[in-house]
């Protein structure tokens, strides 16, 4: 690595570790050498990351040496510590450069090797008069230092990663939801038009294959008109800060739930759908988000319910709370899917034939956090429960 940026980079990443001034300290105390430092070392530098200077050596971190000047670079090109006592009187070092230009007589540097096997530096300690180095404790504490600088550069290497990782998932996760918004605002012209058009063409005289063609277009139009809308719905949900309400204080919620259940019953003649609407008095809410919810768990309860159970629907006032709940018989929902029903596209079961993104449930929770409520889920072997609760006080914008 010959870039300035990644030896900052280096440096920085050394410098976070917050054991590093203690173990150069301790190194210092039991040697009784006066200069210990975590360098950086290439092919072709050698940079420190961290010191501790009692002598007056002149390096402080950032600061670099001629590589091919130092012992280190001979450490990493065997990858094994290089260990003096006194220079003077070592056959090996007596009559080396680098102990000459620095004027040392005890050396000691370790490899400080990551997990990967890649070579990072050493873990070195200098000094101008000679030390009792050449022994197990002193070199295995070495050892042991250099592994937990390893350690902790290689786990924060893994959270620089995990950080970029998210950084990059996160803008990812935006921009597809602001194309989701875009799509689906874009899509709602031609589909006006094209609801138009089979408006306009019922109008005229047409034979019965003609009007049932265009029956067909038509509810093909309205579904993807409601798939547009979900679509639309989930990037309020994710990146308009909430489903924005329109709201009125009126006494005919008991109404609106009545409506909903009325058009659905006509829709699925064959369901039982079963109302207990008790009299909730005077409420602040948005009519139309109301309706979608319920009309969102009622399709929930149509779609995966127990074709020969009934499907409840009930309101009431408990606790100063607004409580609305739709339950159907049926399977049990397993306890590890219930916490990821109300997530976007997300489906416990699948059934054939089933249509629609997995949005239902995701835009009914939504709109209960936008009438600042909530909903939540209960399953077991007797029935499904969907509950929404909402307070009755003055009406907390999500």
Known sequence: MSDVHDFQTDIDAVRRIPAIPSILNVVCEATGMGFAAVARVTEDRWITCEVLDNVHFGLTPGDELNVETTLCHQVRASR?????????????????????????QSYISVPITLVDGSFFGTLCAIDSNPAKLKNPATIGMFRLFAELIAHHLDSDQQLNESRAALAEERMTTELREQFVAILGHDLRNPLSALEAGTRSLLKSPLDERSTQIVGLMRKSVSRMGALVEDMLDLARGRLGGGIQLQTATDEALHEVVAQVVDELRSAHPERQIVTALGDVGKLSYDRIRMEQLVSNLLGNALTHGAVDQPITVTTRLIDNQLEMAVANGGEAIPPHLLDNLFKPFFRAQAQPGQQ???????????????????????????????????????LVQA
């Open 356 to 394: 629609g993104l997995g949005l239902g449930l995701y835009i009914a929770s939504q709109i209960a956090k936008a009438h600042g409520g909530t909903l939540g889920v209960t399953s077991d072997d007797d029935q499904t429960r969907f509950v929404f609760h909402m307070p009755i006080g003055p």
């Open 80 to 104: 094994q510590e290089v260990v003096i006592d006194h220079v003077s009187e070592d056959a090996d070092y007596c009559d080396h450069h680098t102990p000459r230009l620095y004027g040392l």
